[in-house]
Antibody, heavy 121, light 108 residues
């Protein structure tokens, strides 16, 4: 089964660091871009950035550039999203998603289950 | 910069009715990279339509997508109880690289 499995919910204090993960299985992980998407409570989907596991080529949304770091360890088919200093406004659900390309038409065809990050003092 | 606008914000319908959701881009976009997703409370989004009109694997044929240029439509021909959810359009490949619309909530 093709799937992305994310790490569990996190509760952190402002200023703390955090790294969450997204492990792919059932397909050639290195050959598909993996994106991270934020969803703040009661709000819509926001694209944060995307990484190509084979060469770690990474592109960030201007809104998130410098705020987070996206990385990958292709040896264990896992992508990461990390913060060096969390803020209360980082409280959200974070999804990873695979960019599939069927017939040259690209879309996010596989999604992780989401990781809830709560930042509170 | 591409901006996607969805209308209406909320669509109140009954099971069995037809739902028509609109997604408008601020400039011409490539249809091949226009997708629609369904999200239910507490769940991850699910891909419904890619390439503006192709149904994803396992998606019932009551869901259909159409459009080109700047105007795209998701149609649900006859609403089933499980279709009440939020629907997002999304584009890939311009600036910014990925854009989501604000969503349309379909409720009873």
């Amino acid at each position: 089964e093709v799937q992305l499995v994310q790490s569990g919910a996190e509760v952190k204090k402002p200023g703390e660091s955090l790294k969450i993960s997204c492990q792919g299985s059932g397909y050639g992980f290195y050959g598909h871009w993996i994106a991270w998407v934020r969803q703040m409570p009661g709000k819509g989907l926001e694209w944060m950035g995307i990484i190509y596991p084979d060469d770690s080529n990474t592109k960030y949304s201007p809104s998130f550039q410098g705020q987070v770091t996206i990385s990958v360890d292709k040896s264990i088919s896992t992508a990461y999203l990390q913060w060096s200093s969390l803020k209360a406004s980082d409280t959200a659900m974070y999804f990873c998603a695979r960019l599939g390309a069927e017939g040259g038409k690209e879309a996010f065809d596989i999604w992780g289950q989401g990781t809830m990050v709560t930042v509170s003092s | 910069e591409i901006v996607l606008t969805q209308s209406p914000g909320t669509l109140s319908l009954s099971p069995g009715e037809r739902a028509t959701l609109s997604c408008r881009a601020s400039q011409t976009v490539t249809s091949s990279y226009l997708a629609w997703y369904q999200q239910k409370p507490g769940q991850a989004p699910r891909l419904l339509i890619y390439g503006a009109s192709s149904r994803a694997t396992g998606i019932p044929d009551r869901f259909s997508g159409s459009g080109s240029g700047t105007d795209f439509t998701l149609t649900i021909s006859r609403l089933e109880p499980e279709d009440f959810a939020v629907y997002y359009c999304q584009h890939y490949g311009s600036s910014p690289l990925v854009t989501f619309g604000p969503g349309t909530k379909v409720d009873i």
